[in-house]
């Protein structure tokens, strides 16, 4: 009998030299892949290739120690690791590599990432959440080096979330009591990234069961160590987080990335502290190396010395098992060489299976497209002309989509002028042909879904006849509360969120009703507060990460942009993190407390919701919503509307803001002035003193950015009215520019203006210091006023003179 050195029980050495064997057949196979993946690159068929190889071992031992409902969260290595547990095949492996749009043969993203980037699927077709904890789950990978970090770290707080808020013990297809382990992988020399050092410190403090894996090969592409990190060794530079006896931290541990046995037991060392304790534990993996270089753009011997290239031949990890299974009686070298066979012509023939299911598509559409351009040829006076782009499409045996729709679009300039029944079917067919495809590189970016946030219905406040006027905090932090009290899955935290209630005390009191584990404080760190949010969101929590003042938002909006926003667009649909990102911004004085970085979201957050209320109870109104959806958004509360009162709803929790949907706060004839949050109130001021000199204005919320007024509303006033101004204190050509490229390209209201549309914007700068900064940064209510005026005396000079 043997002991495994993956388990503390017996099994016979027959059981052993199984599950050892199998474990290589694994590595071996997924090396093949990668071998055979990387000249289909340089053949053409796919794009780039980034792959796993000199790998392979240490995520065998990963994968023994990974168990249902536990999450990894890694980087684009980790490949065998997906085969081992499972959830990736070799026909896959190359759907993906080839970009194949059918989420049935590229279950990881169905062609919309490149290769080595995995994922499983946490919904079903009808975005309903699975049972997670009956899976082993992979959140879905992002490429900019350690932005899975945060993450991460968001993954391992949801188990101790979990486990330790009682009223959560019933979701159970969720958490098992907070069991689950969140697996992490990075590069070593991605360690280097600011990302990286935010999540280690800030698992260290919150205590989480996060295993971090640090595959160490020595390189960055081909930067050295020696350029990447201090000591070049980032367990020793991190030794300092090491636990005792009277400090909490973390467990530290080194192991060679070529040394099977002793990766199966260091594994499952990490994996049971972490699951039992909740340590965090770094395993620095060393010693690993990379056959094929970084990626397909480039020659590792390009920046290798010879010896550090012959020293890789001799440790490769694959080699380095082989030789143990020898030393070791497991194998013979006969049995290996057959193995090793039989194993390169299984990943040959599921190359060549998954081409062909990629290309059996574009056959069938080529094939069609063909017949018609025949048909348009043979009907054409410019039938000699059309003839060449026919044959090309014809010799090409192996066409992309993009090739067919390019031949089939440039024969319609020669059809110009002539009437065929030929004609009217290629135009038919290629309009029918983009509503087909497009989707495949489009859908998903909101939620296709009964739920999504935009089908949820406006629900009114409600107020008694003896509602009282309070500051716009009270409405805000009595609707959190009602939050917090019916549904336990939702937790807010943040800068200074926890005990004084934020700095606004739009959380006052609540720590202490719901604890510190639902109303939090946090560290001085953006990236990783995203992080925590969008990590418990992907477990089924529904977490509120405040970020205190909009103006930090740059600190994290690259996690928010890359993995936030386009978490549902990237796996097709078939993952989701419905967090709300709760700030406030605007009207302070001074650079960093007073900019508004609206134009910035609204690009680089497509697929997450901006929504920019007026008051409190607007914003109230929005977390009601939001989380009667599926879906993640970014609330932008007024930093001055704290104070100012507002009547206090009776239906707390119940009452809903629309989104998408602008509301009409004044109506008016002469012109329509649209604009959102604290700068609303300066255009209804303005607009109450326009009335004086007889100027009438309709005067428009639009309240959320992404999406904007999905009812076109704004151009039924415009046709009304007849004059159209913007106003906004972003810079000049940010969301001003947005929204009028929203107003006249979208809906249409060129056809009914009198006068040239304008924007009112801030000066293109950040605004200065004090209060005489402010008003000569930002549009004030009489630069509002004499815009309008002139607008009005260019239209009718006689009704309305010069000021």
């Given amino acids: 009998m043997q002991t495994h ?9 027959e059981d052993f030299k199984a599950q050892v064997l199998n474990d290589y057949r694994i590595a071996v196979t997924s090396r093949e892949c990668s071998l055979l993946g990387r000249r289909e690159v340089l053949t053409g068929k796919a794009k780039f290739g980034i792959f796993g190889d000199g790998k392979e071992v240490p995520q065998l031992a990963w994968a023994k120690a990974f168990k249902n409902g536990d999450w990894r969260s890694g980087y684009y290595r980790d490949q065998t690791f997906m085969m081992a547990i499972g959830a990736l095949n070799i026909q896959q492996f190359f759907a993906g590599l080839y970009a194949h749009t059918d989420l049935e043969h590229d279950p990881m993203s169905a062609g919309r990432q490149m290769g080595g980037h995995f994922a499983t699927h946490s919904v079903d077709a009808n975005g309903q959440w699975k049972r997670l904890t009956d899976q082993k789950n992979s959140s879905s990978d992002v490429s900019p080096t350690a932005s899975q970090m945060p993450r991460l770290l968001g993954l391992a707080q949801a188990s101790k979330i979990f486990r330790n808020v009682k009223e959560l013990s019933g979701h159970t297809q969720f958490s098992k009591g907070g069991d689950e382990v969140a697996w992490g992988t990075i590069g070593n020399a991605s360690t280097s990234e600011g990302h990286f050092w935010e999540t280690i410190n800030a698992a260290g403090v919150l205590q989480v069961p996060m295993v971090v894996s640090v595959w160490d090969d020595e390189y960055g592409i081909s930067v050295h160590a020696k350029d990447q990190t201090t000591k070049e060794n980032i367990s020793a530079v991190l030794s300092g987080f090491q636990r005792n006896s009277e400090e909490d931290g973390y467990e530290i541990m080194t192991v060679k990335g070529w040394d099977y046995a002793t990766l199966i037991n260091t594994y499952q060392q990490a994996g049971r502290l972490a699951r039992e304790e909740h340590v965090p534990v770094l395993i620095h993996v060393q010693e690993l190396t990379q056959p094929q270089g970084h990626s397909t753009s480039g020659s590792h011997e390009r920046y290798k010395s010879p010896e550090r290239l012959q020293w890789e031949q001799e440790h490769d990890c694959n080699l380095k098992m082989r030789e143990w299974m020898l030393a070791n009686n497991i194998a013979t070298e006969e049995d290996l060489t057959t193995l090793e066979k039989t194993i390169k012509k299984e990943v040959r023939e599921g190359k060549k299976a998954a081409w062909n299911a990629y290309l059996s598509g574009q056959l069938q559409e080529q094939k069609e497209a063909l017949q018609l351009l025949a048909e348009v040829e043979a009907s054409s006076a410019n039938g000699s002309f059309i003839k060449p782009i026919r044959e090309n499409l014809a010799a090409n045996t192996e066409p992309f989509r993009s090739d067919i729709l390019k031949a089939s679009r440039s024969v319609l300039p020669y059809l110009v002028g002539e009437t065929s029944e030929a004609k009217t079917k290629l135009h038919q067919w290629i309009t029918s042909y983009k509503a087909r495809i497009q989707p495949k590189y489009s859908a998903h970016l909101y939620s296709e879904h009964e739920g999504k946030a935009t089908a949820i219905a406006e629900v009114l406040p409600a107020y008694d006849n003896s509602a009282e006027e309070v500051d716009g905090r009270v409405v805000v932090r009595d609707n959190f509360e009602h939050i917090f009290r019916t549904k336990p899955e939702t937790l807010i935290f943040g800068e200074d969120s926890g005990k004084i209630g934020d700095v606004n005390q739009g959380l006052e009191g609540l720590q202490e009703k719901f604890g510190d584990l639902r109303v939090a404080d946090a560290g001085i760190r953006e990236a990783t507060i995203l992080g925590q949010g969008i990590g418990m969101a992907m477990r089924g929590l529904r977490p509120i990460a405040e970020i205190q003042y909009l103006d930090y938002i740059l600190y994290c909006i690259q996690i928010m942009s890359d993995d936030l926003a386009t978490v549902r667009y990237r796996t097709h649909g078939m993952q989701k993190a419905p967090l709300i990102v709760r700030t406030r911004g605007h009207r302070l004085e001074g650079i960093w407390h007073s900019g508004s970085q609206m134009a910035a979201l609204i690009h680089l957050l497509r697929g997450m919701y901006i929504l920019v209320p007026r008051n409190m109870t607007k914003a109230a109104g929005f977390y009601n919503t939001l989380l009667e959806s599926d879906e993640p958004g970014l609330i932008v509360e007024c930093l001055n509307g704290y104070r100012l009162k507002e009547k206090m709803p009776s239906n707390l929790g119940e009452f809903r803001t629309p989104i998408g949907v602008v509301e009409t706060v004044k109506e008016g004839s002469d012109i329509t002035l649209v604009s959102y949050g604290s700068t609303l109130r300066l255009v209804e001021q303005a607009a109450k003193s326009l009335l004086q000199v007889g100027i009438d204005a309709e005067v428009i919320d639009a309240q959320s950015l992404l999406p904007f007024d999905l009812n076109q509303d704004v151009a039924k006033s415009v046709a009304k009215t007849n004059r159209l101004l913007v106003i906004d204190e972003d ?42 900064g402010d008003y000569f940064s930002k549009p004030s209510v009489e630069d509002i006023f004499e815009k309008v005026y002139r607008i009005m005396h260019e239209a009718n000079p006689q009704d309305f003179p010069t000021l």
């Fill in 5 to 13: 050195p993956q388990s503390e029980t017996e099994i016979s050495f």
């Fill in 731 to 772: 810079m000049p050509g940010g969301t001003s520019a947005y929204l009028l490229q929203e107003i006249l390209e979208k809906q249409n209201v060129w056809q009914h203006l009198d006068s040239k549309p304008q924007t009112l914007s801030a000066q293109p700068h950040r605004p200065a210091y004090g209060s005489d």
